[in-house]
């Protein structure tokens, strides 16, 4: 069909927020037009750290829903979920004797989710990147859209198509270029401007989940922490559209909400700033929160939809694994052909 081909993956591990949403899912919506998209849920990658099992097929369908409900189209694109299709951890295995330990030793996502605790990490998480390698080559995707934190892992598949390629002297494996993306992949906690909003928050107040409708997505933003202060002008920018770290660390609520405001109309915060030099926060919220429930509240209302109609998610991601196995299981056959495997 073309020859730019997207691929990316989120993994199901709950609670999906804005910051996702902002993060990533947002950005695949826009490829849909200009590329080939392949969206994966990737519940392989998803269990390298434990997950509930009664909860895992529950997280798999709301990730799914919540490209649904943004706006993926699953008939046109292609939404599935990883373990469906075998070619991934198959092909996993053979960049595992690809890939070499110390590229791996030099991930820094590995070291920081292992922690001190090292030796007790499973070693699907030290192997993680080979299967993010597979992921992207099994579809021969040529552009992947990341955010920040998966930039050394791009490079990591990277390098092992490259080796591949040299190892069996064929030009097999195409070399992928990263997307990423830029403004407020940063999401921070709307309870304390300094954390990074999460999943795993106690306080519900902290994020908007995608699941929220319009009145909750009000509520939250509503009951977010800001500061007696009007708000900034553009002289808190400095180079390159970023805010002065110095002015940031002293208000990092009233910027986290600025920053929310701006990725939600897409533009730039410096624009945002010299628009709202000088008023309060009382009526910026109220501005944040016509735009929030503008975007957030049909979201929210379709995932809960969606949410309580699994069959058509099913469905959906059963199509799509059926259509993610026709054009992986070639590659993953041609691999094994150059490799010398016999099938006899
Ligand atoms: N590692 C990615 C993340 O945590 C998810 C992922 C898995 C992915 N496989 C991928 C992203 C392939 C892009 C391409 O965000």
Redesign the pocket.
């Known amino acids: 069909m073309t020859s730019k081909r997207v691929?990316?993956?989120?993994?199901p591990t709950g609670n999906l927020h804005l910051g996702n949403y902002l993060g990533?899912i947002r950005n695949f919506v826009g490829l849909q037009r200009d590329f080939e998209c392949i969206y994966?849920v990737?519940d392989l990658?998803a269990v390298t750290v434990w997950q509930e099992p009664a909860k895992l097929a529950a997280q798999t369908r709301e990730v799914a829903a919540a490209f649904i409900a943004a706006g993926i189209d699953g008939e046109k694109h292609i939404i599935f979920n990883q373990s469906q299709v075998s070619a991934h951890a198959e092909l996993a295995w053979l960049f595992n004797c690809v890939a070499r330990v110390g590229w791996l030793n030099r991930m820094t996502q590995f070291k920081e989710k292992a922690g001190s605790h090292r030796e007790n990490a499973s070693v699907g998480l030290y192997v993680y990147p080979n299967l993010?390698a597979a992921?992207?080559l099994a579809y021969k995707a040529t552009h992947?859209p990341?955010?920040e934190d998966?930039k050394q892992?791009l490079e990591l598949a990277r390098d092992i198509a490259l080796k591949f390629n040299h190892d069996y002297g064929a030009e097999f494996f195409p070399v992928v270029e990263p997307l990423i993306f830029g403004e407020a992949t940063r999401v921070m906690s709307l309870r304390d401007g300094t954390k990074k909003m999460s999943k795993s928050d106690p306080s519900d107040y902290s994020r908007i989940n995608v699941t929220d409708g319009p009145d909750e997505v009000a509520l939250k933003i509503r009951r977010a922490k800001t500061d007696p202060e009007p708000l900034p002008g553009p002289d808190a920018m400095v180079a390159d559209g970023k805010v002065d770290p110095a002015r940031e660390a002293a208000r990092p609520e009233a910027f986290n909400l600025v920053h929310i405001y701006a990725a939600l109309t897409d533009r730039t915060v410096g624009a945002v700033l010299a628009e709202f030099e000088g008023q309060p926060f009382s009526a910026f919220k109220e501005r944040l929160t016509e735009v929030a429930v503008g975007v957030l509240g049909p979201m929210g209302n379709e995932m809960q939809r969606l949410m309580a109609d699994p069959g058509h998610v099913d469905a959906v991601l059963r199509k799509g694994a059926e259509r993610a196995r026709e054009i992986a299981s070639p590659v993953l056959r041609a691999t094994q052909d150059v490799m010398g495997f016999l099938r006899p």
Not at 7 to 11: L, T
């Open positions: 691929f990316s993956g989120v993994q990533a994966c990737v990658h993010m992921d992207i992947v990341v955010g998966q892992h």
